[in-house]
């Protein structure tokens, strides 16, 4: 009897503590979503005050004349704070003159069509080698339309489909393109700009533009002096790029050693802060850190209407309730599928233990 008596206390106990365990954690599924965890903290201390710029998937060639070509613009916000902002790219030639006419970008946001963006004014440099792209619209007095200001809350990660085209015009050769973002900080309780907002620019990719029916040649001549027109349409946008009284190879898509400790030297400080690789013309199709220096882009400080930030805000914070919505619930599916194999197997242990009362009674 007592050992009878001994085997239901244990399966009692077995069940009692899958209950429990079960309903500890439920209270950590709650408790998850009620208040954030204890790491948090920690995390925000080592953050940076702004947005996190970058690229992805930009391929390493682009057709002069072809078809546009994807990548994405992601912008992270791992401050404390949630923020505004208006998104822009840099796109800039190693050597020839790039027009706002030699390219088309169009943009996606999440959950919506695709919009053609616009050109954006840039007073950065003297040479014609860059275009400023803003994600949005410009209004007839040349300022962002209020939709192009778009809504970031901590925490969260704003992904952006890009499609650029480049015409036939477009100058040949190696070219980059660099995210950029003005960005301002929302206050806390009010929910408005703390300060009139600050451009940032980091990262960026490089590609090669190159002719219709080229074969890998375009954008990537020979280091031999003979080839150095190959890359430009034109004889005259080839020699016009080293007006500085550097060496012809300077040209060259793939610089040697000497020519790239040249060439550094006599460079502002750009944004893009990348080591050459040595491979630097790619011969695949993925794209790499920019090797050429680009500068920043220096913009009028755009508007930031109340209106505007409070729907930019609020369009922020209604997509953040959609994703929880259909994804915010896996871990909680996930915490009550275990609690319920927990108690499957205090039940089991039951089922074995009557098992064997039976099997001893039989005996």
């Not at 006419?101 to 695709?114: A, F, I, M, N, S």
Request: aromatic share 4%; hydrophobic share 35%.
């Amino acid at each position: 009897m007592s050992i009878r008596r001994s085997l239901a206390l244990v399966g009692a106990a077995a069940l009692t503590s899958s209950l429990v365990l079960a309903g500890a954690q439920g209270a950590v599924a709650v408790g998850a979503t009620a208040s954030p965890s204890a790491a948090a903290p920690q995390a925000d201390k080592s953050a940076a005050s702004k947005l996190n710029l970058s690229l992805d998937g930009v391929p390493g060639s682009f057709i002069a004349g072809g078809k546009g070509r994807m990548f994405t613009y992601e912008v992270e916000n791992k401050t404390k704070h949630d923020f505004v902002l208006y998104p822009l790219l840099k796109f800039k030639s190693r050597a020839g003159e790039l027009h706002p006419t030699d390219l088309k970008v169009e943009y996606q946001l999440p959950g919506e069509d695709w919009r053609t963006a616009v050109v954006a004014p840039d007073a950065s440099g003297s040479k014609k080698d860059a275009v400023l792209i803003l994600l949005g619209g410009l209004d007839d007095s040349g300022n962002p339309q209020p939709d192009a200001l778009l809504g970031l809350n901590r925490g969260k990660t704003l992904k952006i489909d890009i499609r650029a085209t480049f015409t036939e015009d477009a100058p040949l050769g190696k070219a980059g393109v660099v995210p950029a973002a003005y960005s301002a900080q929302l206050d806390d309780d009010t929910h408005l700009p703390v300060d009139n907002g600050n451009l940032s620019c980091e990262g960026g990719s490089r590609f090669v533009i190159k002719a219709q029916g080229d074969g890998g040649g375009g954008g990537k001549p020979s280091p031999t002096p003979t080839h150095s027109g190959k890359p430009s349409p034109t004889p005259s946008q080839t020699g016009t790029p080293t007006p500085s009284g550097t060496t012809t190879p300077t040209e060259t898509v793939t610089p040697t050693p000497t020519q790239s400790a040249t060439k550094t030297p006599t460079t502002p400080a750009t944004t893009p802060a990348t080591t050459p690789s040595p491979a630097a013309s790619t011969t695949g199709d993925a794209g790499g850190p920019i090797d050429f220096p680009v500068e920043p882009p220096v913009i009028t400080p755009p508007k930031l209407p109340a209106d505007a930030v409070t729907k930019a805000k609020s369009k922020a914070d209604a997509g953040d309730k959609a994703l929880a919505q259909t994804g915010g619930g896996d871990n909680t599916t996930v915490i009550a599928a275990a609690g319920a194999a927990v108690l499957a197997a205090g039940a089991g242990t039951l089922v074995v233990l009557r098992r064997r009362k039976a099997s001893g009674q039989q005996g």
